[in-house]
């Protein structure tokens, strides 16, 4: 399977800047694109690999095995950051990355049903922990309450009126299924003026919504923000890879309470992202963020 690491150069910038050659985690091992090559760098690195994604660990486990006892992988959630370096003895480390957001792996897979390109099951689980699938919040939820899922964690403008239609088809129909479905009621009951000035897909924001509120990936982003000063050393180095303004927002925050609490500055003042030639070879790059934060020494 291809899989492109993003803002793989800048990563590797910071990690070099810092002298990150202890140990490193990989927050969202994912196919293990940035974890290759932190650990094709230096020999002196022992590389721990998070993800709650059973499929895609069990793939990196694989690819990476060539590295033998520098790496391990464990199947988690980083909202437990501070538990699962600890109980692998990578504590205290030297580089924290997180790449957040959906994986290409994922959004691959029909049968994950991260894509309102493709038709699949409405599920949208990354792993195991997650609780709730999208198709139980589309048919279970209230008009008001998928407004505000729609709203907080889409930053959709028309989330009221996309509510409103989600919730007349599954009175109608009996419920929505596919991810088809959904993608059918927005194409049907929004205005063409409207969609047209969305530029872009329809359900593109909904399906980010409704993704983040299943995982619920912003309070596991804060719990993981409030335990990344716990687990490293003078000198260590965060690194957040995001998506879009709601993460990137508390990566923000943090570092700037960070800082305010002395604990460091940030590597760089100014986001850092992809340039064209980057973007032209992966498309996801087109919307990542990076930030970086050293800790004193």
Not at 152 to 176: N, P, Q, T, V
Not at 188 to 211: E, N
Request: with cysteine; net charge neutral.
């Amino acid at each position: 399977m291809h899989h492109t690491p993003v803002l793989l150069g800048k990563v590797m910038e910071i990690l070099e800047e810092c002298a990150c050659y202890g140990n490193v985690v990989d927050a969202t091992l994912g196919l293990g694109g940035h974890a290759e090559r932190i650990l094709s760098s230096r020999k002196e690195v022992r590389l721990l690999g998070i993800d709650r994604d059973e499929e895609a660990l069990q793939f990196a486990k694989e690819r990476l095995a060539s590295f033998g006892e520098r790496f391990v992988a464990v199947q988690g959630n980083f909202r437990n950051l501070e538990t699962l370096v600890c109980d692998q003895g990578f504590s205290p480390a030297k580089a924290i990355l997180f790449d957040l957001g959906v994986s290409n792996f994922q959004l691959s897979e029909p049968r994950r049903g991260f894509s309102f390109q493709n038709e699949g099951p409405l599920d949208m689980r990354m792993g195991p922990d997650a609780s709730l699938t999208a198709e139980a919040v589309l048919n279970t939820a209230s008009c008001g309450e998928l407004t505000r899922i729609f709203r907080d964690y889409g930053e959709e403008r028309h989330a009221y009126l996309m509510a409103k239609l989600i919730c007349a088809e599954r009175e109608r129909s009996g419920g929505l299924h596919t991810t088809t479905d959904v993608v059918e009621v927005l194409r049907r009951g929004l205005p063409a003026p409207m969609q047209r000035k969305m530029g872009g897909h329809p359900a593109r924001k909904l399906f980010q919504a409704l993704r983040i509120h299943v995982n619920d990936e912003l309070g596991a982003l804060n719990a993981a923000l409030e335990q990344c000063s716990r687990i490293v050393s003078g000198g260590s180095v965060v690194v957040f890879v995001s998506y879009h303004s709601l993460e990137d927002r508390l990566v923000k925050q943090a570092f700037r309470k960070w800082e305010t609490e002395g604990l460091g500055k940030r590597w760089n003042r100014k986001l850092l992202v992809a340039d064209d030639e980057e973007i032209d070879a992966n498309y996801k790059a087109r919307s990542a963020k990076l930030r970086g934060f050293i800790f004193s020494a």
